[in-house]
């Protein structure tokens, strides 16, 4: 374990560290969402491609979650995975491996970021097809994210016990669920859905007057592709280090061609997509990786009211506190959440006198 020298803090570089606490203990190492294996416990099509919203600057290793389990800790609130919008989420920024949001060039995150990304915005959805590692289509690509909890647009404002709660119209987006979906390139063991890509052609580009070079784009790390036909893009695919399978070129061109039919019927029947617009057929063509990624970790330690860790015959471990991201069960997000928390664990474990 390696930390910042302060006052109190550790700073050592050896694989092990032993620490006597005089207090208690407080488990607030950011979550587990870095970790695969370990938030598949949740959601098993949360595969290695889907890369996470802290990346590559911050990573959730689960490293306090397993501490605790190990001397018998339950997890809590293992059902929220899909509960609300921000723990795993579609963006608008395609190209490059991190799609939360964009470095630039002078950013000293850059070197491991690569390329800024491609923000399509909200708009650019209706200029491009997103198709899974087979080359088809799954859903409506103007669609969004799930819900974000209780602030739903249908129940706002939200009143707890209000009668008006029980009128919400449910209409979530289901993007995000078919982009995780099993696919014909599914294997085992893992069935992962594998990446998402987002196809469009030259004159998307044009109307959009999108940048579509180095370095807004990872072309050398195989997360943007560019080719004169769409055979030959889907050729290229494989290029990327989680394109497990080829993707079949007839696959591609079929998808493409049947989106350029809805334009001229003015209907996408398939998905609904609101008013095909935009043939995909100039080229050079091109394909932007877009995959679904990981952002809060929801489910996690289960802990009290106090922030004691509660093992799994829901009995308290004396002495052991969590909070943040690493605790199960809530539905708040950020600086709300780990402040609120962290001062409760905070103030109970300094005036643990149970040892």
């Known amino acids: 374990m390696e930390s910042f020298r302060s006052e109190g803090n550790i700073n050592r570089t050896t694989p092990t560290v032993t620490v006597k606490a005089r207090r208690g203990v407080i488990i607030a190492s950011g979550g587990h969402s870095s970790n695969v294996n370990f938030r598949r416990i949740f959601d098993p099509r949360l595969t290695e491609e889907h890369q996470i919203a802290g990346a590559p600057y911050s990573f959730q290793d689960a490293s306090g979650e397993l501490a605790a389990m190990s001397i018998g800790a339950s997890l809590w609130g293992t059902a929220n995975s899909f509960e609300r919008r921000r723990v795993v989420m579609k963006r608008n ?19 491991f970021s690569r390329a800024t990304g491609l923000n399509l915005g909200n708009a650019g959805w209706g200029h491009v097809i997103s198709v899974n590692q087979v080359g088809k289509r799954f859903w409506n690509e103007t669609q969004g994210e799930l819900p974000d909890g209780t602030g739903h647009k249908s129940i706002d404002p939200y009143v707890v016990g209000g009668p008006q709660n029980t009128k919400i119209k449910y209409d979530a987006p289901q993007y995000l669920h078919a982009a995780l979906a099993m696919n014909e390139g599914s294997v085992a063991p893992d069935y992962a859905a594998g990446p998402v890509w987002v ?85 050079p063509f091109y394909a932007a990786w877009g995959a679904p990624l990981c952002h809060d970790a929801v489910s996690g330690i289960r802990i009290n009211g106090k922030c004691q860790v509660i093992d799994v015959r829901g009995q308290v471990i004396p002495n052991l506190y969590c909070g943040g991201e690493s605790a199960g069960g809530s539905n708040q997000h950020g600086l709300g959440r780990t402040q609120c928390q962290g001062y409760i664990a905070g103030g109970n474990a300094a005036a643990d006198v149970s040892w």
């Open 93 to 111: 920024v395609v190209g490059s491996k991190y799609t939360y949001t964009t470095w630039g060039p002078k950013s000293p995150l850059f070197p």
């Open 199 to 283: 196809i469009f052609d030259s004159a998307a580009v044009t109307r959009q007057k999108w940048n579509v070079t180095p370095p807004v784009v990872d072309i050398a790390g195989g997360y943007f592709f560019v080719a004169d036909t769409l055979e030959e893009l889907a050729r290229k695919l494989t290029k990327n280090e989680y394109q497990k399978v080829p993707m079949p070129p007839e696959h591609l061109v079929a998808t493409v061609a049947r989106y350029n039919s809805f334009v001229d019927l003015g209907k996408d029947e398939d998905f609904e997509k609101p008013t095909p617009m935009y043939k995909i057929q100039t080229p």
